[in-house]
């Protein structure tokens, strides 16, 4: 849903595949510096902190570039390994570069993680694998910054403990919604779908700084807290994670 003219690009640096949506040309080069920039700072710390890339719990960090401070706090408030907030960590970071130049509109997805500062509405899709509700319906997004992540046991090469089709969980920041959406999603798994999504969603609204949380888990749907309007999947979305 837009009423201006917008560029994308996508853009894929080793592991690292974005799309990147703006009005200016100079975010779109500025977001694609940055996310190089700093996914080489953080593979440069990694080089002399391997339980940085390894754990699975909170690392201190009190020495480091701040790609890696910014993946440290998200986790700590998380409770997981700082890896799990790499990819919304690089999108924040990204869309503040953006911002800075003037840009009105500022979008990066990495991996499913969208970080979005925009003064237009976003339309985004909720993709969820092989799910039979995957790409049928997303989120029209009005307030901002804000960050969505989507954390599956099913349909996602990162390490999960659970078995959701999804966890999408809204923040204000990419970087925290990415690290917990990876907590809320490992409580998603047992016989009990329903009792296993209402303690995925009071797990996230426990988070200080998780605004909403919706999870799929065996065709069973549950929203809490403040979540985006929910909109049908356009046709012209369906090829695209948002628009």
Do not use: W
């Amino acid at each position: 849903m837009t009423t201006k003219t917008l560029l994308k690009i996508k853009f894929q640096f080793k592991e690292t595949c974005c799309t990147i949506i703006s009005d200016s040309e100079q975010a779109l080069s500025v977001a694609i510096s940055s996310i190089k920039s700093n996914r080489s700072e953080l593979e440069d710390f990694i080089s002399d902190h391997e339980v940085f890339q390894c754990s699975l719990r909170p690392v201190e960090v009190i020495n480091g570039p701040q790609v890696v401070k910014s993946m440290a706090n998200a986790a700590s408030k998380a409770n997981v390994g700082p890896m799990a907030a790499v990819a919304g960590v690089l999108a924040d970071l990204a869309v503040k570069e953006m911002v800075l130049t003037g840009c009105e509109v500022a979008v990066v997805e990495n991996g499913g993680e969208i970080s979005a500062s925009s003064n237009i509405p976003i339309d985004i899709a909720l993709s969820a694998g092989d799910s039979p509700l995957s790409r049928t319906f997303g989120f029209r997004l009005t307030n901002f910054p804000i960050g969505i992540a989507t954390s599956s046991g099913l349909y996602s090469h990162a390490i999960s403990f659970g078995k959701a089709e999804a966890a999408t969980v809204f923040s204000r920041n990419a970087s925290l919604a990415d690290a917990a959406a990876t907590s809320v999603a490992n409580l998603v798994k047992g016989k009990d779908r329903r009792a296993a999504i209402d303690a995925a969603m009071e797990r996230a609204l426990q988070i200080q700084g998780i605004d909403g949380v919706l999870v799929l888990y065996g065709g069973l749907v549950g929203i809490a807290g403040s979540v985006p309007q929910i909109i049908k999947v356009r046709d012209n979305l369906l090829g695209d994670d948002f628009q």
